[in-house]
């Protein structure tokens, strides 16, 4: 799925902190965001995942702007794992690949076959 930012802006306490941001990875692309501590990385990535919201700008997943998806749509086709968070849980990796199928089921509906499959194939 190719993913593309466009123009974006995203800010704080209503102080743009990143501007102007553009950005194409075609499907099965790696891309890579670098640059200084500071100079807003993470803050693409957590507006790539929709924790935070752009104050200008775009974000599209396969030509489609994330502003329309429901969060449910969002989780099927985007994941994050990012490494500056802590976790008082000692989870597998099993069981991190597994979370990944939760946008698939329904509420405390728990796991099934296929979701147990997908994450085999996964694995």
Not at 11 to 29: F, K, N, P, T
Not at 35 to 47: A, D, M
Not at 58 to 69: E, I
Not at 107 to 114: L, M, P, S
């Amino acid at each position: 799925m190719n993913v593309a930012i466009e123009d974006l802006h995203v800010g704080y306490a209503g102080r743009d902190v990143v501007s102007g941001v553009r950005l194409i990875a075609a499907a099965g692309e790696t891309a890579g965001l670098v640059g200084p501590n500071g100079s807003g990385k993470s803050t693409v990535l957590r507006t790539v995942y929709r924790h935070l919201r752009p104050t200008a700008g775009r974000v599209l997943l396969a030509g489609t702007d994330l502003r329309t998806l429901t969060p449910g749509q969002t989780a099927r086709r985007v994941a994050a794992l990012p490494q500056e968070r802590g976790s008082d849980f000692e989870l597998t990796v099993h069981e991190v690949v597994a979370m990944g199928r939760m946008p698939y089921q329904r509420a405390f509906a728990g796991e099934g076959r296929a979701d147990r499959e997908a994450v085999a194939d996964a694995l």
